[in-house]
């Protein structure tokens, strides 16, 4: 995996942000994985580490973004952070910890955190924290990179049970975008995305246009606004 870098970080120079892997949490991810177990955590540490490395050699101007964890998965976030670990005990090198916090309620950093170790948008300020305690060793904290979050409108899906309305997912995506506003350590926040899924009832809206390219619902528009000009 360290060789595959090296060549691609050679083939796209211009590429200086990489996630090394995603949702490695989840045991449809990422393998060896069981559930509340150290097993994936502690190889997938291995795999960071490496990947550092390789892409530091090649440009110091590369951010090596690690974690990436799901809201929830097999080993939940707070857990995965705790036991993602090198064999010497320390954490995997990295610049800014990766994190999906897929909302399943109103996005407020104020609210308390879900039980369990899952982590959504509204538990930014408590997953900081935990991401400063696990690298407290190594020196400053890693930032953090929120590659992406989205709630569905309209009805259920394949892909997700919960939906909103139209109007309810263009005020979740405002909503989220604040609560990411009030922790400073956040780098970035991506939406999950442009369009709709085509096929039916059981098609997920998740987009800023529904699936036909043309037609803005309103969160298009709240996008627009909390990104700038």
Do not use: C
């Amino acid at each position: 995996f360290a060789r595959f870098l090296t060549a691609a970080s050679r083939r796209y120079p211009s590429v200086h942000r990489w996630m090394i892997w995603g949702e490695p949490n989840r045991a449809d991810r990422f393998l060896p994985n069981e559930a509340n177990s150290p097993i994936g955590p502690r190889r997938y540490a291995s795999l960071l580490d490496a990947a550092y490395a390789a892409l530091k050699a090649v440009s110091s101007d590369n951010v090596v973004i690690g974690g990436d964890t799901f809201t929830g998965g097999e080993v939940k976030p707070k857990q995965f952070i705790e036991w993602m670990k090198l064999p010497s005990g320390q954490p995997p090198r990295l610049d800014w910890y990766g994190h999906n916090p897929y909302p399943f309620r109103f996005p407020d950093v104020r609210k308390q955190p879900i039980p369990g170790g899952w982590r959504d948008l509204s538990d930014l300020d408590t997953l900081t924290e935990e991401v400063d305690r696990a690298y407290r060793s190594r020196g400053e904290p890693p930032r953090l990179w929120l590659s992406e979050f989205t709630v569905q409108s309209d009805h259920t899906s394949r892909v997700f049970e919960a939906f909103v309305s139209q109007a309810s997912q263009a005020r979740w995506l405002t909503a989220g975008y604040e609560a990411a506003a009030e922790v400073p350590q956040v780098e970035g926040l991506g939406w999950f995305t442009l369009l709709d899924q085509a096929g039916g009832r059981l098609a997920a809206h998740w987009g800023l246009l529904t699936s036909d390219g043309h037609t803005k619902k309103p969160a298009f528009r709240a996008y627009r606004e909390v990104s700038g000009p």
